[in-house]
């Protein structure tokens, strides 16, 4: 009797101590980024006590520090913890499905948050009808495009991705024409893998993106795609970069939110197959050190610090209905280069096309650019990328939804 009291009374201190920290009972709390800056940081700042009449900042997440997603999304959490100390009380609703997003926003609403980010597309729709219940609270919608002057108070934000993915497609590139030259591959069988979630525009865009990195490199190279009907099926997205390799690709990639791709190249490797990965949202090098060259990620510090800033100065309303940048505002960044294995001269090209982005030399309408057509796999519509695509130019969600005819093959579907 006596340890079952004991364990209750255990169990209640446990929950009362989550509830202190500003997480949510019952769901998983976020395990620290190893080698975060932010994340280090924070942990200073987050110790102070929130300060009478904090502005207490509101989170939703589709999952927790476990997945690469909503580990990013957590490291502007810390960022802003660090920049504001007790000036915030940052509360964060974890592992919340897209069906399931109106109470857990409802309960941030009604704790009193000024201002609540959302980080999941399918949030979308419930949180801006939600925006308009609480028009003096300022809700950011991460991925969305759905924004507009109708609701003020509701907001989307994200970085112009496709930068990264081109960057980490010219790394794998000269992985690739270094592959070539020693004779591991030749010129005219050289193939890549690609392991998407979806067939949606931001899926779409970014593989597409990659591959237009790599052909800068290897003009000829053609690319195969499997989509895996899911973000985070491990078994799936390893069966399905196995099979590619299998079937020829020397390097894979992912618009998924696993490592399995990482680890099916691995494997590969391990058993005397030449191939390379490039990961995605985090470093995967400590599972693939042999075969992961190196990932692109966004950096979602920026644009929250900013808004939360905002808040606290009284300017919500100055918040961008609908805001996104690349390189150039660090919203976008890459993970270190694997220099282990990366060809000769890579870091030095990485710099030089980080900074084309930056400076503006670089632009979507060259990325997506070449003597293509490309057709929309739900409506069929073609379009001419004789002129270039201009990405990102309208929203800050992706909007390129076409597949390149010429030169991109979709598997298994």
């Not at 618009?255 to 949202?281: I, L, M």
């Not at 961008?320 to 280069?337: I, N």
């Not at 084309?356 to 070449?370: E, M, N, Q, R, Y």
Request: aromatic letters at 8%; charged letters at 20%; hydrophobic letters at 40%.
């Amino acid at each position: 009797m006596h340890k079952k009291i004991f364990a209750l009374l255990l169990a209640l201190a446990m929950v009362l101590s989550l509830a202190a920290c500003g997480q949510s009972v019952g769901e998983a709390a976020p395990a620290a980024e190893a080698g975060s800056a932010a994340a280090a940081s924070a942990a200073e700042g987050s110790a102070e006590a929130p300060a009478e009449g904090a502005l207490k900042v509101g989170f939703v997440y589709i999952g927790d520090a476990s997945e690469p997603y909503t580990a990013n999304f957590i490291m502007a959490e810390d960022a802003i913890k660090a920049e504001f100390g007790d000036k915030v009380e940052c509360i964060a609703k974890y592992n919340v499905a897209e069906d399931a997003v109106e109470d857990p926003v409802r309960e941030l609403c009604e704790a009193g948050c000024g201002i609540i980010f959302t980080t999941s597309f399918g949030y979308g729709a419930t949180v801006k009808e939600m925006a308009q219940q609480y028009p003096d609270i300022q809700f950011c919608q991460a991925t969305c495009a759905d924004a507009d002057d109708t609701v003020k108070n509701y907001h989307n934000y994200m970085g112009h991705i496709y930068q990264g993915r081109y960057v980490a497609g010219i790394v794998a590139g000269m992985k690739l024409q270094e592959m070539i030259d020693n004779g591991t591959v030749a010129a005219d069988q050289a193939k890549i893998g690609y392991v998407a979630a979806f067939d949606y525009a931001e899926v779409i865009s970014g593989y597409t993106a990659f591959l237009m990195g790599v052909r800068s490199i290897v003009p000829d190279v053609t690319m195969d795609v499997q989509y895996a009907g899911s973000w985070g099926d491990y078994d799936t997205e390893k069966t399905i970069a196995t099979a590619l390799i299998e079937d020829g690709c020397c390097i894979i990639s992912q618009h998924s939110d696993t490592t399995g791709p990482a680890e099916a190249c691995e494997d590969a490797k391990a058993k005397g197959t030449e191939v390379y990965c490039v990961s995605y949202n985090q470093d995967m090098t400590d599972v693939a050190p042999n075969t992961c060259l190196i990932s692109s990620r966004q950096d979602y510090a920026p644009y929250e610090v900013a808004a939360v800033q905002a808040v606290l100065d009284g300017k919500g309303d100055t918040i961008a209905v609908d805001e996104g940048a690349g390189f150039e505002k660090g919203w976008v960044a890459m993970t270190e280069l694997n220099t282990a294995i990366a060809a000769e001269g890579t870091q030095e090209k990485i710099d030089e096309t980080v900074e084309a982005f930056k400076s503006g030399s670089l632009k979507a309408t060259d990325v997506f650019k070449g003597p293509y057509t490309a057709t929309n796999p739900y409506s069929n519509e073609t379009i001419d990328l004789n002129e270039g695509f201009a990405e990102n130019a309208e929203t800050s969600a992706p909007a390129f939804g076409y597949v390149i005819n010429e030169i991109i093959n979709i598997k298994g579907n």
